[in-house]
């Protein structure tokens, strides 16, 4: 057994990654946090994007430690978060400031896109359904790690020496608060 999985304790021979998610909790709040400053974000919806991505890492960990039927309860109540999410995501994205560019435009286009596989895997992997055999699990979540993180870090550092802006020229805009 591996100190980076634990088995449950049902009869189903799932293999939790519990350090999945403690990654998960220091990083996609960074990445978040990332996007949500090159955008210029009011506060408070930052807030509102990291509360709700924490939520949804917290929902698949508990959906993984709970046995079925009841963890699909909690991969929905994850999705559902995951959707706040992409939608906050695409909002942002389409800011009416403009801020950001192409470099906004790239970055979000990537986080949505690769944090797709992370539900699909988790569905079909061993804390869901178990279809998907568990190297094909890791080898796809690996990847996409990669991908999320690293490329995103390699894309953001690329694009914002090109870009030429400092981050203290503009105050951050107030356009997202809707009930100001």
Known sequence: RSSRGSKTTDTTPRVIFWARYV???????LILVDLALLSKTDTPTLISLVGCDLLMVLCGLIGALTIAPYKYCWWVAGLAFFIVVVT????????AEGAGGEALKG?????IISWIVY???WIVGSEGTGALGLSQEVGIITLTDLVAKIGFGFYLLANLEADGKGAD????????QQYV
């Open 169 to 176: 020229e503009e105050p951050l805009n107030q356009s997202s």
């Open 88 to 95: 906050t995501l695409i909002q942002r994205l389409n800011n």
């Open 119 to 121: 539900p699909v895997v």
């Open 107 to 111: 970055l979000s286009w990537l986080t």
């Open 23 to 29: 990654d998960w909790v220091v990083t996609t709040p």
